[in-house]
């Protein structure tokens, strides 16, 4: 099987799945490799900072989601806003290029100083790469099977995410906590840049084909209507904002509630791989869901789960209830994460809808740092379980949000 587009990708492109099958499948294995960098961190970090840093403050421990919020979200907008003007293949080159260093200055870190600059950069790589496979999927695939696009895209990313999470703790636990969990970064890296040099195509021509048949008109501060005037896009952009907080949350804290609750460095890795797992195995469903039914109840409902889940999880510290907890966390989340993007498309101009998308994800990936920040601030002041509780609160108080301000995208889009 040949992976190299056919012609129509440069000079007569067609939308849909079925014509770009190939482009879209090659993608799919790209974005995978990009999860499997975020997963490389994400159950050994309280272990790796105390051990090798002896950090013992929730807010320090935290500041490298912080770094990596910020800076992830930053260049997911930069993305968004720049991808028409400099393509969307040299954007996702320059990510993977600056993803190689990121494993190698884990490794070698002689101060909590590099591990910041590593989480910068993969904030920045992440932004890149994540960002330039999700415009580039909605670009090839057309307005039908968008829902479908953005399921595919996050299975991909949060299904290795969460296996990189696991492998990551089992290597740690057999031969230690640096470096061979890093390892798994450097082979990804490097993998992910070579894909992307050699099989990848730019999608500029499927958006100028897009535009041509166009209803929507383009608006005028498309920063500003999907941060805050438009109803529909700033609702869906407060939900994502909520969503990466309590995710920020949970990536810093459940490991450390873990621990020091009695799990093992392997119950840990179980636990905390099955929240992303089944977030991004879920959204094999309801990335199609999302093309046939209402976007709104998906997003209402998938918010006000993973909200009641967060008030129960800090409660019973049972292994057995934890997996459950993470099970019911992952299928909140997999019902909006592909949605929330699916949305975003549906109410914006081809033309304008990487800059709306980059929008969405600058003030989505914030809420890592946010995340972080506050939560730290809580756990430091009054333990874990009043920061997972609150931090509850405010999901379920962001699906009240989505529930009054935000509208239908469409007469077919109300079935559910």
Not at 392 to 397: E, Q, R, Y
Not at 398 to 403: D, R
């Amino acid at each position: 099987m040949t992976f190299v587009s056919n012609s129509n990708l440069l000079t007569n492109p067609i939308l849909g799945l079925k014509a770009n099958w190939k482009q879209f499948l090659i993608l799919v294995i790209v974005n995978a490799l990009v999860g499997s960098m975020l997963g490389m961190e994400r159950s050994i970090f309280p272990q790796y900072a105390s051990e090798i840093f002896g950090l013992s403050s929730n807010f320090a421990f935290l500041s490298f989601i912080t770094a990596f919020g910020f800076s992830k979200a930053i260049t997911n907008y930069l993305t968004g806003k720049f991808a028409n003007n400099f393509g969307r293949k040299k954007l996702l080159i320059l990510g993977w290029i600056l993803a190689i260093p990121v494993p190698i200055l884990l490794i070698f870190a002689s101060n909590w100083n590099y591990v910041i600059l590593a989480n910068v950069l993969l904030g920045v790589s992440q932004g890149l790469t994540w960002g330039s496979t999700v415009i580039m999927k909605i670009d090839l695939v057309g307005e039908k099977d968008r829902g479908f696009a953005m399921g595919m895209n996050e299975f991909a990313g949060y299904l290795s995410l969460g296996v990189s999470a696991y492998l990551s703790a089992y290597l740690a636990e057999k031969f230690g906590v640096s470096p061979t969990p890093f390892y798994i970064g450097v082979v990804v890296s490097i993998l992910g840049l070579l894909l992307s040099i050699f099989l990848v195509k730019d999608t500029h021509h499927f958006v100028k084909k897009e535009s041509e048949i166009a209803t929507l008109e383009k608006v005028e501060r498309v920063f500003l209507q999907t941060s805050i005037k438009n109803k529909t896009l700033s609702s869906i952009t407060q939900a994502g904002l909520i969503n990466n907080l309590n995710d920020g949350m949970v990536w810093g804290l459940l490991p450390v509630l873990l621990l020091s609750n009695g799990f093992s460095l392997n119950q840990t890795g179980v636990i905390t791989a099955t929240y992303p797992l089944i977030w991004g195995i879920g959204q094999l469903g309801t990335g199609k869901m999302a093309d046939r039914f209402s976007k709104k109840k998906m997003i209402f409902g998938g918010m006000l789960l993973q909200g009641l889940t967060l008030l129960l999880l800090p409660n019973l510290m049972n292994y057995h209830l934890q997996i459950l907890f993470m099970v019911l966390l992952g299928f909140g989340t997999a019902l909006v994460y592909p949605t929330f993007m699916a949305a975003i498309a549906d109410h914006t101009h081809p033309v304008q809808r990487a800059e709306s998308i980059g929008t969405f994800r600058l003030w989505r990936d914030l809420g890592y740092a946010f995340g972080a920040i506050l939560s730290g601030i809580l756990a430091d002041q009054w333990g874990i379980p009043v920061a997972i509780f609150s931090i509850g609160i405010l999901t379920i108080a962001s699906s009240v949000i989505v529930k009054f301000r935000m509208e239908e995208s469409s007469p077919s889009d109300k079935i559910l």
